[in-house]
Every structure is written in structure tokens, then in C-alpha cells.
């Protein structure tokens, strides 16, 4: 019912930044809380940042905060992931979902759609 796109990746050196999208559609989810997954090679999809549904609270993953800060704009279905001090550790594909509910949770289960994903890469 919904379609989700995400965009932004690309090659970084580290220390640089990139600022991933993603864009609804077929729907809307201002009423959803929205997350940013990822999955590097060899390893298991794991929870980066979650947005709920007004964009008043957020929740991410130990290893990117201070880093990494996602926001949101309803009027434009479009969740955004803002990467700074890129590390190696950070090369995955990168994922963006919409929860059934609109509170914010890490749990994968809870994210019912989701995007095709984009790389991004961090390499000297």
C-alpha cells in the first residue's frame, strides 16, 4: 500500500557526511513513527535511529549518537538521516521503515514497510 525510497548514499571518505531521505509513497505516515535500519556484509540488520510520529522524540543506537540525528517532515512524507564523522564501522545498507505504531521502538518486528535500501560506503 505504501512504497518507501530511500536516497543519498554514496562513497564518503571518513569523517565526511552524508544525508540520506526517504520518501513515501502510495501513503502517508505522519502518524507512524519512522526508523533507519542497517545491514553490512556478513552481519545482521540492526536498529539505528527511530523518529515517532510528530518528530518530538528520538532514539538511536549507542554507537551513532552524537553523530548521526534523523528528522522529519510530514507535510513532505519524507524521514531524514543526517550522518556526520563518518566511520568505516558505518558502511551498510541503509534502510528506512515505517512502524505500525507511532511511538518509537528498535524492534524490527514492529516496522511493517519498508525500502529498498542504499549503500553507503566509508573508505579511505
Known amino acids: 500500500q505504501v512504497q518507501l525510497v530511500e536516497s543519498g548514499g554514496g562513497s564518503v571518505q571518513p569523517g565526511g557526511s552524508l544525508r540520506l531521505s526517504c520518501a513515501a509513497a502510495?501513503?502517508?505516515?505522519?502518524?507512524?513513527?519512522m526508523g533507519w535500519f542497517r545491514q553490512a556484509p556478513g552481519k545482521e540488520r540492526e536498529f539505528v535511529a527511530a523518529?515517532?510520529?510528530?518528530?518530538?522524540?528520538?532514539l538511536y543506537t549507542d554507537s551513532v549518537k552524537g553523530r548521526f540525528t534523523i528528522s522529519r517532515d510530514n507535510a513532505k512524507n519524507t524521514v531524514y538521516l543526517q550522518m556526520n564523522s563518518l566511520k568505516p564501522e558505518d558502511t551498510a545498507v541503509y534502510y528506512c521503515?515505517?512502524?505500525?505504531?507511532?511511538?518509537?521502538?528498535?524492534?524490527?518486528?514492529?516496522?511493517?514497510?519498508w525500502g529498498q535500501g542504499t549503500q553507503v560506503t566509508v573508505s579511505s
Open positions: 502510495g501513503g502517508t505516515f505522519d502518524n507512524n513513527a
Open positions: 521503515a515505517r512502524s505500525k505504531y507511532g511511538f518509537i521502538d528498535r524492534t524490527a518486528s514492529v516496522y511493517i514497510y
Open positions: 523518529i515517532n510520529w510528530s518528530g518530538a522524540s528520538t
